[in-house]
T-cell receptor, first 115, second 107 residues
Framework: GESVGLHLPTLSVQEGDNSIINCAYS??????FIWYKQESGKGPQFIID?????DKRQGQRVTVLLNKTVKHLSLQIAATQPGDSAVYFC??????????????FGSGTRLQVQP | EAQVTQNPRYLITVTGKKLTVTCSQN?????MSWYRQDPGLGLRQIYY???????DKGDVPEGYKVSRKEKRNFPLILESPSPNQTSLYFC??????FGPGTRLTVL
């Protein structure tokens, strides 16, 4: 079946540096993508989303880039802080033939911010 | 405060004993879903609901049931739990808000 995956299971960065977390997806029908942050012992927290009619979207210190040609999604975090340490998931959503809409998650990347 | 709540937060049970994990949201959202999270497998969707009385299977529906009789509630039912259903379960409202999680252990 279709899948969403991540290139790197663990990313370690220095505080203040920029972080880039990558994600590949395989469902060409996906039209909505979300990045989540999950801290230990908590549920996933919405960070930013992007629709397939866009290739870039910016939030506060975060930017999501979407390359539909190669089915690649990335999350950029500017000036990474210790509080950014968490597991980050990408997720994709697309309407099925019946119009139903499911959400498929990648396996996650752990971001470790070194002081 | 807009939120998704789940109960119980922790549950230890035995094989075959029916259980229900409740999920409630106060945001009047139509879309709700259940996920399980397992090490190395990430979050996998069990069931989702587009609206009242409209439910559909996700990626791993076997062994689970759901119901959506009213918009705010979306309970997850395990009719005959098995040890392979030991996991961390999350309920979510639309595509953004997750509950705090329910850690289930089936002995």
């Amino acid at each position: 079946g279709e899948s969403v995956g991540l290139h790197l299971p663990t990313l370690s960065v220095q505080e203040g540096d920029n972080s880039i977390i990558n994600c590949a997806y395989s469902n060409s029908a996906s039209d909505y993508f979300i990045w989540y942050k999950q801290e230990s012992g908590k549920g996933p927290q919405f960070i930013i989303d992007i629709r397939s009619n866009m290739d870039k979207r910016q939030g506060q210190r975060v930017t999501v880039l979407l390359n539909k040609t190669v089915k690649h999604l990335s999350l950029q975090i500017a000036a990474t802080q210790p509080g950014d340490s968490a597991v980050y998931f990408c997720a994709e959503s697309g309407a099925s033939d019946t119009g139903r809409r499911a959400l498929t998650f990648g396996s996650g990347t752990r971001l470790q911010v070194q002081p | 405060e807009a939120q998704v709540t789940q109960n119980p937060r922790y549950l230890i049970t035995v094989t075959g004993k029916k259980l229900t994990v409740t999920c409630s949201q106060n945001m009047n959202h139509e879309y709700m879903s259940w996920y399980r999270q397992d090490p190395g497998l990430g979050l996998r969707q069990i069931y989702y609901s587009m609206n009242v009385e409209v439910t559909d299977k996700g990626d791993v529906p076997e062994g689970y049931k759901v119901s959506r009789k009213e918009k705010r509630n979306f309970p997850l039912i395990l009719e005959s739990p098995s040890p392979n259903q030991t996991s961390l379960y999350f309920c979510a409202s639309i595509l953004g808000g997750f509950g705090p999680g329910t850690r289930l252990t089936v002995l």
